[in-house]
Every structure is written in structure tokens, then in C-alpha cells.
């Protein structure tokens, strides 16, 4: 039995509480370095040495005792002998004394008595500056240009924490502390299915009254841009046996399945209550234009989302509903895409009470204000619409006309979540 419509907030609330449940996060695994950019820890992570493991210097130079130049000046010079010349990787064998300077290239560790470092560019010296020749200096050290042992990270410091996600940077890090394996959250499994008589293969030539498959593409698509591993199942006929056969394989083999098709009152709409009667469903019906015929739910430890046939409403639905409950699966503790503030572009007549989720696309007015441009043809059936739009342009619930200038909410389709605009 169909639900009351709830809005758009409610039902994102309502997919967001039921991904987050402990039973549908993925399982921990273990993967090598390069396989864990873009995922989260699943544990925290240590440092096994200090960081960097030694006193170093952060410039080539030469390696001295600062007191040996308190005196210095472009009048009175300091002159030292050059004792040593060692690069990255090499250890000096000399105990540096006040008089004496170490040549030293950027990265290598200090000589034992060395408290500071010259960069070579304040130094003139002898012949080629190597060992024997000596070096001018003509201003005391007024900085040391040495890293010190342990400046990243200690033996035992938490270098990273669980439910980070792991990007370039953080591959480094874990490279320089000895984590060559990561936990991480597994890529969910994600099963898509498209429901439809009228549906052939995106090979096929479309006989009169049939059209090719473009949703399981899309969603499809969608899933692979959050890392998952998709299955895309073979279109199933508005066959009620088959469908819920078709979902039943579905659920068994992945984490969360995605059908769209057969998601309204029709007669031949048999998708929403096969899921109610699998399993759970939270919602059925969303005051969201397009795709208010739509459900999310469950069936055992598998969520499930039912989508509009219409191609628009399937997408939409999916980055509102279906994104947020697959990065919750995996970890990450931000869900939502960041949100700008505009003013329409191009005013709006609404007769329908339902929130509207426009495609559309941001521009910068001749004020500086930021513009919401909304794409002129707005057909839930459309899909170039959708392939050109970069924001979902919202025009909330009630009916009237929205004019040029009004306040509107975007949400970023080309932005990725936790990033502050």
C-alpha cells in the first residue's frame, strides 16, 4: 500500500538514517597503496619511525656551528674551513668544530657538532668549495634551515585516523610512515536493473514502440563514479514473476541494487511493491518533480532504490537519494554536495505544489551575482538537459510564479561533497 508524499528533506533524512545503520557498511579490507586513493580508513593509522627519521637539511649549504659566526659581517667576514662534502643518504664521519664547515646537499642529515645550515647562495668560497678550500660568511644565523627529527610524525603517532578518506597527499604520508597496507571500506556491489517491455540493448535498432536502454547507463555511471563495482543486470520485461525474481538474484549477489521502471500505479508497475514485499520500504512517493514515483528501502542486508522509468527522474533521484546512501555505505562522513545561494535568471510558473529540482547551470551577472540559469526544455524524459547542467536549481514546495531575481537554493552537480564553496 502506497505511503503519504513527504518531502525531498524528509526522504533524504529518512536514506541517510537507513544507510548509516552499522548492517549495510561495507566490510574492512585490506589493499596496497595506490588502491586506496579515494577511500576511507578503516582503522586509524601509525607511524613506525620518526618522521623524517633524522636531523636534515632543508637546503643545500654548508653545515656549522652558529656560534663560530656571532661576529660576522660584510666588514669583518668569517672564513671556515671545509671539511667534508656529503650528499642526501650520506653520513659524515667528522665531528664538526667551531672554525670548520661541512658542504651538505638538501635532504642530508646533519653532521654530528652541526647545529645550523648557510644556504650556498649567502656564501662565496674557494676553488670549487670542496673539501680544503674555505668559505666566506658575512652574517651571524638567524635561522638554522634544519628540519628537525620527528617534524612530520613520532613513532607511534595516529598519522591518520579512521573515517579520513585517503587522497594524494595522504598516500605519501603513509608511504613515509610504513603503511604499505591500508583497511579500508570495500567498494559496495552494485546491481542495476531496467524494468521495461518497451526496452532493448543500446545495440539494437529500435523497432516501432520500443527504445533503448539509457537508464542502467546512467546509473550505472553514476555508481562507478563513486568507486563501485556495478553488475548491470539483462532488462526484464513488465512481468511481475520476473521481476521479482530478477530482484531477488539482485539482492542476493550485491549491497545495494538500483532499478528504475515500473515505479508508479500503473498496471504494469510491479517494482515498489516487490521490494515492500521482500523486504522495507521508507518511502514510496516524494514531493520532487521529476520522480515522485520513487522508493528506497531495504531487503535484509541489501538496500534498495526504486527509480522513474523517465530517464531525468531516474538521474535526479539518483544524486538526491541513491549518492549520499552509497558514501555512507563506504564511510565518509560527508553526504552532501555543497549548496550555493543565486537568484533565478528566467522566471518559473509553478502549478504544481512539488518541490522542483531544475537542470541548470550557474553564471555570474553583470553585478556579480551569482545567476541560476535554468535549461530550457525541463522534460523528465530528457537526458541532454541533464548532460549539460552542473547544478540542480531547487524551486521548493507551492504553487506561483518565481521571478527574475528570487533567492534559490543550487545544489552542485559538478562539486563532490565536503568541499567548502
Avoid at 535568471?345 to 550557474?362: C, N, S
Avoid at 540542480?392 to 562539486?415: A, N, R, W
Wanted: proline share 5%; with cysteine; hydrophobic share 45%.
Amino acid at each position: 500500500m502506497s505511503q503519504d508524499m513527504i518531502s525531498v528533506d524528509e526522504a533524504r533524512q529518512r536514506t541517510i538514517e537507513l544507510a548509516g545503520n552499522a548492517r549495510f557498511r561495507t566490510p574492512v579490507e585490506e589493499v596496497d597503496l595506490f588502491a586506496a586513493v579515494g577511500r576511507v580508513a578503516a582503522a586509524d593509522l601509525i607511524s613506525d619511525i620518526d618522521v623524517a627519521p633524522f636531523d636534515n637539511t632543508a637546503m643545500d649549504g654548508f653545515a656549522v656551528v652558529a656560534s663560530s659566526l656571532k661576529d660576522a659581517s660584510e666588514e669583518v667576514p668569517v672564513e671556515l674551513e671545509i671539511v667534508d662534502w656529503v650528499g642526501a643518504g650520506v653520513v659524515s664521519e667528522i665531528i664538526l668544530k667551531p672554525g670548520e664547515a661541512i658542504r651538505i646537499m638538501t635532504g642530508g642529515i646533519m653532521p654530528q657538532g652541526a647545529d645550523a645550515v648557510v644556504k650556498i647562495e649567502d656564501t662565496t668560497f674557494t676553488g670549487d668549495g670542496g673539501v680544503g678550500e674555505r668559505v666566506r660568511i658575512v652574517a651571524p644565523v638567524t635561522k638554522t634551515n634544519v628540519r628537525k627529527a620527528g617534524e612530520e610524525a613520532k613513532a607511534g603517532d595516529v598519522v591518520v585516523r579512521k573515517g579520513e578518506v585517503i587522497r594524494a597527499a595522504t598516500i605519501g604520508l603513509l608511504a613515509s610512515t610504513g603503511n604499505t597496507v591500508v583497511p579500508v571500506y570495500a567498494r559496495p556491489k552494485v546491481g542495476v536493473i531496467s524494468i521495461g517491455t518497451e526496452l532493448v540493448a543500446p545495440s539494437v535498432k529500435p523497432e516501432p514502440g520500443k527504445i533503448r536502454d539509457a537508464n542502467a547507463y546512467v546509473l550505472g555511471a553514476y555508481a562507478l563514479e563513486l568507486g563501485c563495482e556495478v553488475n548491470l543486470y539483462p532488462i526484464v520485461r513488465d512481468d511481475e514473476a520476473a521481476i521479482r525474481a530478477l530482484f531477488e538474484q539482485a539482492i542476493d549477489e550485491c549491497d545495494f541494487v538500483v532499478s528504475s521502471g515500473g515505479a508508479s500505479n500503473g498496471d504494469f508497475d510491479y517494482a515498489i511493491e516487490t521490494v515492500r514485499d521482500l523486504g522495507e520500504v521508507v518511502f514510496d512517493c516524494v514531493s520532487l518533480r521529476p520522480g515522485k514515483a520513487q522508493a528506497f528501502g531495504c531487503v535484509g542486508d541489501t538496500l534498495v532504490e526504486v527509480l522513474s522509468g523517465n530517464p531525468a527522474a531516474a538521474a535526479v533521484g539518483f544524486q538526491l537519494f541513491g549518492r549520499p546512501a552509497l558514501r555512507a555505505m563506504q564511510g565518509y562522513a560527508e553526504l552532501d554536495r555543497p549548496v550555493s545561494d543565486a537568484v533565478l535568471a528566467q522566471p518559473t510558473r509553478k502549478k504544481e505544489a512539488r518541490a522542483f529540482y531544475q537542470r541548470g547551470h550557474l553564471e555570474v551577472g553583470e553585478n556579480g551575482e551569482l545567476l541560476a540559469c535554468q535549461e530550457e526544455k525541463q522534460s523528465s524524459a530528457l537526458l541532454s538537459e541533464m548532460n549539460r547542467s552542473t547544478v540542480l536549481i531547487e524551486l521548493p514546495q507551492g504553487t506561483g510564479t518565481f521571478e527574475v531575481g528570487t533567492p534559490v537554493k543550487c545544489l552542485h552537480l559538478d562539486i563532490d561533497e565536503g568541499v567548502v564553496i
